[in-house]
């Protein structure tokens, strides 16, 4: 199958992806570090020496099933790096504690709710509440890149975890720059790639895909969430 890779569309506000209805599926947690030689995994926060993170990358057994279909889309001369999948709620409040102290630094007048929403752009409140846990801590979202197929990292146009404008996904779409036609290529490759299985973006990051939770739901828009929170066990 060839794909078309499109312009990366606009994308849908997320306000109210909180109160989706949730009907859990009860997969478990598959271990991606064996599944397949076209999938690297480097798991980013571990690596950065981020307490409690793991030195692997988890993910529900329906969203891993369809990485693998994602694998198959993707041209030989690609494969996936995957940066972080399901995290320990630690490791969720500690991303979250860490930026907010970063926004508060950055931009002293912004507090209470106004700096709370900003922080939630990039990074979710570290929340278990079966109706409606942080994404990451559901095992449906996957942060990934791209890599030749020696294994080189390829740049994206903003390194991952860049919380700036630029990591928006279709800020290459619209913004003509040197190299922007190559990132722009990456891009929409990434995205077709994963959209085509079944995986939604978070247009905030060009790196973050969804499936099953809230954020898949909310992006869908016409679907309950099959994922909810999940421990690994």
């Known amino acids: 199958m060839k794909l078309e890779l499109n312009p990366i569309p606009e994308f849908p506000g997320m306000d109210g992806w909180q109160s989706i209805r949730i009907e859990e599926r009860d997969e478990p947690l598959i271990s991606l570090s064996c599944v397949s030689e076209r999938m690297i995994v480097r798991p980013y926060y571990q690596q950065c020496g981020i307490p409690r993170a793991l030195d692997d990358v988890w993910l529900r057994e329906g969203a891993a099933q369809r990485l ?3 694998l198959e889309l993707l041209p030989a001369a690609y494969k996936l790096v995957l940066y972080d999948g399901w995290r320990p709620l630690a490791v969720q409040r500690y991303l979250y504690d860490d930026f907010k102290a970063k926004l508060m630094r950055e931009h002293p007048s912004v507090t209470g709710e106004a700096l709370d929403r900003l922080v939630a752009q990039y990074v979710s409140l570290p929340n278990t509440d079966p109706r409606n846990p942080s994404p990451h801590l ?6 990934l890149g791209l890599a030749d197929a020696d294994g080189r990292e390829l740049d994206m146009g903003s390194p991952f975890d860049d919380f700036t404008d630029r990591s928006n996904t279709s800020y290459y779409e619209t913004h003509d720059v040197a190299q922007g036609g190559r990132y722009r290529e990456l891009r929409r490759l990434l995205y077709h790639v994963l959209t085509e299985v079944g ?6 990051e060009w790196w973050h895909f969804d499936y099953g939770n809230q954020f898949w739901a909310k992006v869908k828009g016409d679907t309950d969430a099959v994922y909810g929170y999940i421990t690994l066990t």
Not at 138 to 143: C, K
Not at 199 to 204: D, R, S, V
């Open 68 to 70: 693998l279909q994602a």
């Open 199 to 204: 995986f939604t973006n978070y247009h905030k």
């Open 138 to 143: 559901t095992g449906g979202s996957i942060d």
